[in-house]
């Protein structure tokens, strides 16, 4: 494990070495701005955080420079908001976002150099058989009540919460090592010790699971599981969370704000030694959708914003006159992709998830092949994102230390192979129409979240795309919880144009996505009345489950990547998911925040606790 982390250092310095320092972009061209790399280390000159006690109670210590206390910033999220507040529940990006925000874990991943660095363990330690770690937690360290955080919390979640299955069992489901989960052990008050059957590659990063607080969570498990998956929903009261974070909730109004205040136990302190976060008060507007987020900036309502592309150009001209800084951090880590639900089974009364017709189309793989030859990836580049972002091809970002440069060359578009594809598989054009085999014609809906504009637009382009092949493709953006709920619960879907945050550094985070029975195995998700992982498994599913198993339990760097290039290979050729591009990660921030450090692993906001208002 040791050597991972040390292989992943040595790649990120010289990433630094050969391609320089990331910095704030002040003159980048009106057209493509991905010029610089992710995963390049951004050279602030910083020291490590370091470990301070003080009375007994074992600190952690910032890195910025010192500020002053007060104030507020306020943020934004698109869509209607988080479905709960619960981080064990969450499986979507705002309920992850706003409900991390008030949870800390024992680890985390330093958004500088991608090192795996502490939070609330002060240290830990890796035994020569790889398998046993010994993690221990600062002393003295408390909740927002004011409760000791002790080794009885992180025994609690791991053992109950996340072993139990309680909540979204994503986590647990990737820490299954052939089939057997890790031990935790209470050694004393602040010590654990966690053992996995073998040695386990993304062990550590892992333990950036936040932490709950056993004497107000337990009151929730002891009741079932069924009530856990209400448990700290967005009716929870303020007074209900009890948080490690640096900011817990104030105030929640639906489908408007979040309010978090600053939690005076918060354990990390500045160069003086006094507690943090600066703010008193950090609040996320819920704007609906990309147009309104941008308004809201120039209204001066919100403080932050992420740019589409479309907006890049002009936002250069008002940041030479404007109130505020322009930064480029390269492309994001979001996947944006559209799949096809392969899923063949019957639900509970015997009806089919997909129409049995649209089943032998998606199930074909010169059918998804030629939908992937037929996108005009560059067209959605220089459209939808104005420039501003790459073409994607390979299920890794592209800012992964782990992308296949060949999958991710990708090609460009051919209609006439796309049709050659087809014809393979027994579909033929008739005035200008595709029909199958059995002469059913090839019409299907493309479904996405309404609010995303981007997303939108992309849909409506793979639209035109696709009726060049003579397919008839219903576009249709629908409210996110609607859509969350077909993808996740009834399964009656046809094809989606969606977006996933990966893991530039560790693949496996990926790991329900291509686990067979994975909650995000999207393409041919599995019910829990199905024969879990047994019945009906496409070959190449078989594949990429194994190729993860594997890849879990390989130390060795570069046996890791050539299996991690083995299946972005497999990925590429049976399409399964395609891929359509990354765009950039453009900011704007105001000029009177203070500790504000960018990184491409980070974002803006990553050391939240640190900025303070000059």
């Given at each position: ?21 990331l910095?704030?972009?002040?003159g980048?061209?009106?057209?493509y701005?991905?010029?610089?790399r ?20 074992d ?11 007060g ?80 080794a ?40 654990i ?5 073998e ?91 990309l ?112 992308l ?8 460009a ?47 409506v ?12 493709v ?48 999207l ?26 198993d ?23 050729e ?24 960018p990184?491409?692993l980070?974002?803006i ?9 000059k």
């Amino acid at each position: 494990m040791k050597r991972i982390v040390y292989i992943i250092l040595i790649l990120l310095i010289l990433a630094f070495v050969l391609k320089g320092c990331l910095k704030r972009d002040k003159g980048f061209d009106d057209v493509y701005l991905y010029d610089v790399r992710p995963l390049e280390v951004i050279n602030y000159n910083f020291e490590k955080p370091k470990n301070v006690t003080t009375d007994g109670v074992d600190y952690l210590q910032t890195r910025g420079e010192v500020g002053k206390f007060g104030g507020e910033i306020i943020s934004s999220t698109i869509g209607e908001g988080p479905k709960t507040f619960n981080p064990f529940n969450a499986n979507d990006n705002t309920s992850s976002q706003l409900s991390g925000i008030m949870y800390d874990g024992l680890l985390t991943t330093d958004p500088y150099d991608g090192s795996i660095t502490v939070r609330l363990a002060k240290d830990i330690e890796i035994l020569p058989d790889k398998k046993t770690y010994i993690v221990h937690l600062r002393r003295g360290v408390k909740w927002s009540d004011g409760v000791e955080i002790t080794a009885d919390d992180v025994f609690y979640t791991y053992n109950t919460i996340i072993f139990g299955g309680f909540g979204d069992t994503a986590t647990r489901d990737s820490l299954y090592i052939n089939g057997k989960l890790p031990s935790v052990e209470k050694i004393d008050k602040y010590t654990i010790k966690f053992t996995t059957p073998e040695p386990f590659a993304p062990f550590l990063r892992m333990l950036s699971t936040p932490i709950a607080p056993k004497h107000v969570f337990k009151k929730a498990t002891d009741k079932g599981k069924k009530y856990f998956r209400s448990y700290l929903n967005t009716n929870a009261k303020p007074e209900d969370f009890v948080t490690s974070g640096a900011f817990k909730i104030s105030e929640y109004v639906p489908a408007q704000r979040v309010i978090y205040k600053r939690n005076p136990n918060y354990y990390i302190i500045d160069k003086k030694g006094q507690k943090l976060p600066y703010l008193d008060r950090y609040i996320i507007l819920i704007v609906g959708d990309l147009n309104n987020d941008t308004l809201k900036f120039e209204g001066l309502e919100t403080d932050v914003v992420n740019l589409q592309g479309s907006m890049v150009a002009r936002y250069r001209e008002l940041e030479k006159h404007g109130d505020f800084d322009l930064y480029n951090l390269g492309p994001t880590t979001n996947t944006t992709f559209i799949t096809f639900n392969l899923n063949t089974r019957k639900n509970k009364e015997g009806k089919y998830y997909v129409d049995p017709v649209k089943q032998k189309w998606f199930n074909d793989s010169n059918f998804r092949s030629a939908v992937d030859w037929a996108i005009d990836r560059d067209n959605l580049v220089l459209n939808v994102l104005s420039g501003v972002g790459e073409p994607l091809y390979s299920a890794e970002s592209v800012s992964s230390i782990f992308l296949n440069k060949e999958i991710a060359k990708g090609h460009a578009r051919d209609i006439e192979y796309s049709k050659e594809l087809l014809k393979k598989s027994g579909f033929y054009l008739k005035d200008g129409k595709l029909y199958d085999k059995y002469n059913n014609r090839v019409e299907f809906e493309l479904l996405t979240n309404a609010g995303n504009t981007q997303r939108e637009a992309t849909g409506v382009s793979i639209k035109e795309d696709l009726a060049a092949l003579g397919m008839k493709v219903n576009f249709k953006p629908v409210e996110f919880n609607s859509l969350v709920s077909k993808l996740s619960n009834t399964y009656d879907w046809d094809a989606v144009l969606i977006a996933l945050t990966g893991n530039p550094l560790e693949p496996h985070s990926g790991y329900n996505v291509w686990s067979i029975n994975g909650a995000l195995h999207l393409f041919n998700q599995r019910s829990e009345d199905d024969l879990r992982g047994t019945d009906k498994i496409l070959p190449f599913e078989k594949e990429l489950n194994d190729i993860f198993d594997k890849a879990s339990l390989e130390l060795d760097f570069n046996k890791r990547k050539a299996l991690y290039d083995k299946y972005q290979q497999i990925v590429a050729e049976e399409n399964p998911v395609i891929y359509l591009y990354a765009p950039a990660n453009i900011i704007a921030i105001r000029k009177k925040f203070k500790n504000i450090y960018p990184t491409n692993l980070g974002g803006i906001l990553h050391n939240i606790e640190e900025v303070y208002i000059k």
